[in-house]
């Protein structure tokens, strides 16, 4: 038996782990994710080893599966930490998107492939973590092939800049990049949605405004909106010829109840007839103006 010790985080206390023979069940692991990062490393292979041998899904390979985890953990921090003031990601966020990369490679990996674990891993949560970054960095959704298209034309715009001392030519770009210039068109154009303005940002300079003081009109001040008016506007002048169609009692009725809002019952009695004889002539002639409106519409 062989006893490895791993410091913990504040350096004050070990975690003691007995390494049995390969035939006999695997060692428990105390606070697996605190192990140094050098017995983690002899200790895994012993892991992977029996991980092979034994069937999924059983309490011992999930023991395993996740004991590997817990231990390799500190390779998903050290790839995190490359991409620490990249975007707008929390460090949080980033170190679990490259677990999960961590978790796949644990699953891919083979001891008779004679790789280190740590070299076959760290491609995996790399991988990962800029698999986040590319989807999520976007302001809008911008097809996958435009997102790679973007970072080639980054990288060929400051060789070309550095060659020529000048923003190269779209022709250029397209030269160097061996594609078509509507290609690079297209890509420049997608490159707009990467980030996105606040409607809420100051529009820029007023003529009132001193030098460099910026205007106190947003650019969602400038957005113009439907004009209620417009749409009154239209049906009145679509409700017109509508109504000349109407006979002279018809109109007369309407006029009564809705230019004079007069009541049902004094429109009867104005008229000679029932109230409930009004009643059913506005709901015809009310049927009628909304058919015709609809229609002309």
């Known amino acids: 038996m062989r006893v490895l010790s791993a410091p ?3 350096g004050t ?15 428990r692991v105390t606070e697996p994710a605190r192990m140094a990062p050098r017995d983690a490393k002899s200790l895994s292979k012993v892991f992977f080893d029996r991980l092979q041998s034994l069937e999924e899904g059983t309490p011992e390979y999930q023991y395993a599966r996740n004991t590997l985890i817990e231990m390799n953990l500190s390779l998903v921090r050290f790839a995190a930490n490359r991409f620490r003031n990249r975007g707008s990601g929390e460090m949080e966020d980033i170190v679990q998107v490259g677990t999960i990369g ?3 490679a644990i699953d891919r990996f083979d001891l008779s492939r004679e790789v280190e674990f740590t070299s076959f891993a760290v491609p995996y949560i790399v991988g990962e973590i800029k698999r986040f970054f590319r989807d999520t960095s976007w302001a809008v959704h911008v097809p996958r092939r435009l997102q790679e298209l973007r970072t080639e034309l980054a990288k060929a715009r400051d060789e070309l800049e550095s060659v020529l001392d000048r923003e190269p030519t779209v022709k250029e770009l397209a030269g160097l990049l061996d594609i078509s210039e509507a290609e690079v068109t297209e890509g420049l154009v997608a490159s707009n949605g990467y980030t996105a303005g606040s409607i809420d940002t100051p529009s820029g300079d007023s003529d009132d405004s001193p030098a460099g003081a910026s205007s106190g009109r947003a650019y969602a001040d400038l957005i113009g909106d439907v004009d209620p008016g417009m749409e009154l506007t239209e049906n009145l002048h679509v409700l017109a010829p509508l109504l000349e169609r109407l006979d002279d009692r018809e109109r007369r009725i309407l006029q009564m109840r809705f230019g004079q809002e007069m009541t049902q019952a004094a429109i ?9 004889h009004v009643s059913r002539l506005l709901s015809r002639t009310i049927g009628r103006l909304r058919e015709g409106m609809l229609t002309e519409h």
């Open 8 to 10: 913990n985080r504040a």
């Open 13 to 27: 206390s070990h975690a003691t782990v007995a390494e049995p023979a390969p035939e006999q069940e695997l060692p």
């Open 102 to 104: 961590l978790i796949k």
């Open 268 to 276: 009867g009695a104005e008229l000679g007839v029932s109230q409930m």
